[in-house]
């Protein structure tokens, strides 16, 4: 899609997109910051566009995140697609704050609360916080916590019992290489992968 318009000023030339250096100060805290703006090709006149305003906000919501200690869009996005490998729905239902919440706060659209960011770092930190709040929201959820891979049937049995004793038997006759996955609801599966 291209960001070319017609300019609002002379309506003759087309807006091209730039980029200035933008000091801002935040809680005392000054940075310069990339600013986006918009110029007419025929007379010179700098636009702000819809698209460069929200760019330029996600910018500086970044910006503010970083001063006030909170978890950056990046940050929140890196943890919960690595750490935790759950869809920003998910997340949605499980931390509240709204259907689109997560894809807003790692957009840096939104500025999460300091009580949204503690709980989201408090259940980073504890995985047990995680579960907690997965059962409140009364949805379950199989998340894949650990995957084995390439164990003989000796190290299975041993594997597997400590997790779920009562269904060893079903899987200790094989001596393929099997991919071992469980979550955290006792709930466990085996797949062939040699
Ligand atoms: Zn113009």
New binding site residues.
Partial sequence: MSRETL?P??E??ILAPEQDQNPVTYKGITKVLPMRLSV?S??G?ETATTADLRENKRIANEFKKKVDGLLTGCELRHLRTEQWCISQDMASKIFGGGPKAFSKYESDDVVQSEAMDKLLRIAASVPEVLDVLKTMSGIEIMVEKQIVVSAKTSQWSETINDIESTQTTSISSSSHHKEFLYNDTKHWRVREVA
């Fill in positions: 300019c000023v002379c003759q030339g007419c025929c007379c006149s």
